[in-house]
């Protein structure tokens, strides 16, 4: 059974990156595709991007001048770069496995805190 | 953008009691709709894919129909275990969420 699990600093500081790895145990990453999702209070659940493993990836238009999504195969784990965050950014953001049945399988998500 | 509008944003409901929530699209999905379930401190869990799709273990309590913008998330008959938070999603464009509904005990 597929699990997915966050890490990274779960305090940044305004303007600054905010960079999260995702790593997938229990199956290849080449299958399916992988999706950054955060839900904060005050904007719900929001769809970041996603990446195949071919390292094709597509954006949020809302986020897409500041997300950089990369995956390494070798490694089986993606990750998430958003630059010049700012309070807004202060989210639980989950790793996700995506299909055209939904989104089936999340990680436990992690708590990423923009502060000085 | 294609926007989501769930109703109504909160429930009260008793165990045993059917409960239907609905979700309407700012354009035609083509049934790429999904429904999950979320409970404090956890992540979304599928309920149902394609408007109607049971997800593998769910309840056949939960269950999914509709069309074009208009979709309802019903359950039958309520369980204790059932009282969360229920999110629809579309995955016809990208992917967008509704706002979500709390259903709590009455």
């Known amino acids: 059974q597929v699990q997915l699990h966050e890490s990274g600093p779960g305090l940044v500081k305004p303007s600054e990156t905010l960079s999260l790895i995702c790593n997938v145990s229990g199956g290849a990453i080449t299958s399916y595709y992988w999706s950054w999702i955060r839900q904060s209070a005050g904007k719900g659940l929001e769809w970041i991007g996603r990446?195949?493993?071919?390292?094709?990836?597509d954006y949020n238009p809302s986020l897409k001048s500041r997300v950089v999504m990369s995956v390494d195969t070798s490694r089986n784990r993606f990750s998430l770069k958003l630059t010049s965050v700012t309070a807004a950014d202060t989210a639980v953001y989950y790793c996700?496995?995506?299909?055209?049945?939904?989104?089936?399988?999340w990680g436990q998500g992690t708590l990423v805190t923009v502060s000085s | 953008d294609i926007q989501m509008t769930q109703s109504p944003s909160s429930l009260s409901a008793s165990v045993g009691d059917r409960v239907t929530i609905t979700c309407r699209a700012s354009?035609?999905?083509?049934?790429?709709l999904a429904w999950y379930q979320q409970k404090p401190g956890k992540a979304p869990k599928l309920l149902i894919y394609k408007a109607s799709n049971l997800e593998s273990g769910v309840p056949s309590r939960f269950s999914g129909s509709g069309s074009g913008t208009e979709f309802t998330l019903t359950i039958s008959s309520l369980q204790p275990d059932d009282f969360a938070t229920y999110f629809c999603q579309q995955y016809d464009t990208y992917y967008t969420f509704g706002q979500g509904t709390k259903l709590d005990i009455k």
């Open positions: 996700v496995r995506g299909a055209l049945a939904g989104f089936g399988t």
């Open positions: 354009q035609n999905i083509n049934n790429w």
């Open positions: 990446i195949y493993a071919s390292g094709s990836a």
